[in-house]
């Protein structure tokens, strides 16, 4: 479920771009440096929220002799 939720979400920001230019009438090469750059963007913000979550279970670690 969660991958599905994923893949549609990245395919929407993918998509997002080529929509606004249908929409603005900008030109082709400004829309696929945008929707790199979101992909980008998002695969950054995914790789920063699972380096949090791993120090947030490392700093609550107790250890095995506990």
């Known amino acids: 479920r969660i991958t ?3 893949a549609l979400f990245l ?3 993918a998509i997002m ?3 606004a230019q249908l929409i603005t009438n900008l030109p082709s090469a400004t829309t696929i440096i945008q929707s790199t750059s979101l992909l ?3 695969g950054v913000a ?3 929220m699972r380096q949090l979550e791993s120090q947030l279970l490392m700093r609550n670690y107790e250890g ?3």
Request: aromatic share 22%; net charge neutral; charged share 10%.
């Open 4 to 6: 599905w939720g994923g």
């Open 11 to 13: 395919g929407f920001i």
């Open 17 to 19: 771009p080529f929509i």
């Open 40 to 42: 980008i963007m998002v």
């Open 46 to 48: 995914l790789d920063t």
């Open 64 to 66: 095995f002799v506990r």
